[in-house]
């Protein structure tokens, strides 16, 4: 991944700070890189990501000693960040070769920043603006140029931002904000790509972002359609056999209803007849369902809650709904593969052990709805404290905590 970037700045100015973020940490003055003693000077270098990720706005110390030494012990804070940012500021100026003897670190009214009148250029930036530009284009049309400025961004996503400070809390929303362009760039530049019809090109960007985020659900969907698209129906098949397949495995994740569409959609073109009445119902019933609990979408289960209310209404018989909310504990990483396994995990154990006439639903990533139609206030909250303990059992863990409400049905406002 160095390497590849590295490419990028054969011909780089040499009073220009690089720095390199997306999928791999380096800063570097012509083609000398200066990050390479990071893990030597691990504490310099966090100080230098943190003023650079909030570089357009002023930082009062007390934030640096948070993210410096949250964990460790410092007798003098305050001594011990001067003295980095005096490092860090004789480390970058030498390095750059400033002609101006600027600083790229200010100091003003009790606060550090990023001089944004230094001589650097980031990767961050460029992604951003290159986005920016071809949002501009495909608004005026301008789809030939809106495609290059897209696929010009692409090839500065080589993966999350600051990737290897997976737990630092500091990096996270930072790091959603480019992730969430990443996806929307894929999205527009396919969608681009397919009104051109050029159905080859969308095959690639699909198979190279996959090489980034192999556990990004969209991405696969958007591949599987191409390949549907290009008339390569076997493979659209093997390819939906292993992202379901892998999915499950690595974060114990069912297909979605998405990608089930899609595996329809396989299954119709590839029997290239008309379907009878037997092969449709096969579809909407679907093998891979449980047969456990049914499992729906949260529009569905709205309709399900209130065809129970009126049940309910006209047999006096009671039905109850649990909430189960994942929450994760305390100074624990905000990291959304522990919440997507957490979730998958949990839907799978609710899924599998609860009875045929409950229904469940992922109503968000975070958040699970059960309907108990039957049972008494007791019964429910017995089977609810069963599956619990059943999962803290079966997969025990330090970073999530799950909180249970269960009221009868009209108590709670969905």
Known sequence: MLASSLNLIENADEDCLKVFTLGHFAVTSGRKVLSDDCKRSQQLWNLFKYILTYRNKGIIQENFFNVL???????????????????????????????????????????????????????????EELYNKAKVSEKRDDTINAIELYERALMLYKGDYLSEDVYNEWVTTVRNYYHRIYMDIIGRLTKLLKQNGRIQDILKVCEEALMIEPFEETLHILYIEALIEAGNIKLAQSQYEYVTSM????????????????????????????????????????????????????????????LES?????????????????????????????????????????????????????????????????????????????????????????????????????????
Not at 86 to 94: A, E, P
Not at 262 to 270: A, R, T
Not at 363 to 384: C, D, H, K, R, Y
């Open 310 to 414: 009126r049940r309910e209404a006209r047999t006096g018989k009671v039905v109850f709904m649990a909430m189960l909310t994942i929450v994760r504990t305390k100074n624990r990483t905000n990291d959304s593969k522990i919440l997507k396994k957490a979730m998958g995990m949990l839907l799978d154990m609710l899924i599998q052990d609860l009875r045929k006439g409950d229904v469940v639903s992922k109503w968000s990533e975070s958040q699970i709805f059960v309907l108990l139609p039957g049972p008494t206030l007791e019964q429910a909250n017995m089977v609810l404290a069963r599956l619990l303990n059943k999962y803290e059992l079966s997969y025990p863990s330090k970073s999530i905590n799950i909180e249970t409400l269960l009221q009868p049905i009209g108590y709670l406002d969905i």
């Open 69 to 127: 030494w949250s964990d460790k012990e410092c007798d003098n804070p305050s001594k011990a960040l001067q003295n980095l940012i005096y490092r860090l500021r004789m480390l970058l100026n030498y390095g750059v070769l400033n002609k101006d003897g600027e600083s790229i670190i200010n100091y003003s009214q009790g606060c550090y920043s990023w001089n944004k009148e230094f001589n650097y250029w980031t990767d961050v930036d460029e992604f």
């Open 247 to 306: 999915l499950y495995k690595e974060m114990g994740v069912k297909p979605s209803t998405a990608l089930r569409n899609l595996y329809h959609q396989i299954k119709c073109k590839d029997d290239k007849i008309l379907l009878d009445i037997n092969s449709i119902q096969e579809i909407m019933m679907d093998r891979s369902d449980s047969e456990g609990a049914f499992f729906c979408e949260p529009d569905t289960f709205i309709s399900f809650y209130k």
